[in-house]
C-alpha cells in the first residue's frame, strides 16, 4: 500500500500554507523557521489522515496521480 495525497491537498499546498506566516520577505520570498517546530506543524497538517491522504496499491497510485496530472 502507498498514501497518495486528495487531491487538493498536495503535499506542497499544505508545506507552502504552513510557511506562509513566517515569511519575512515577501520580494525574495525568504522564510525563517524553527526546523524542529515546523516539522511539527507539516505532520499536523495533514491530519486528520482520511482527509488528506487516500491508501492505495502502487498500480492505483499511479493511475490516480496520472489523472490529477490531466
Same mark, same amino acid.
Given at each position: 500500500?502507498?498514501?497518495? +495525497?486528495? /487531491?487538493?491537498?498536495? /503535499? $506542497?499546498? #499544505? !508545506? @507552502? =500554507?504552513?510557511?506562509? $506566516?513566517?515569511? !519575512?520577505? @515577501?520580494?525574495? $520570498? #525568504?522564510?525563517?523557521? =524553527?526546523?524542529?517546530? !515546523?516539522?511539527?506543524? #507539516?505532520?499536523?497538517? +495533514?491530519?486528520? #489522515?482520511?482527509?488528506?491522504?487516500?491508501?492505495?496499491?502502487?498500480?492505483? +497510485?499511479? =493511475?490516480?496521480?496520472? $489523472? /490529477?496530472?490531466?
Amino acid at each position: 500500500m502507498e498514501a497518495a +495525497h486528495v /487531491r487538493g491537498s498536495s /503535499r $506542497k499546498v #499544505i !508545506i @507552502e =500554507n504552513i510557511l506562509e $506566516k513566517y515569511v !519575512i520577505d @515577501e520580494k525574495k $520570498k #525568504i522564510v525563517k523557521v =524553527n526546523l524542529e517546530k !515546523i516539522e511539527k506543524e #507539516i505532520v499536523a497538517g +495533514h491530519k486528520p #489522515i482520511d482527509k488528506y491522504f487516500k491508501f492505495l496499491c502502487s498500480e492505483c +497510485h499511479a =493511475n490516480y496521480d496520472s $489523472k /490529477r496530472a490531466n
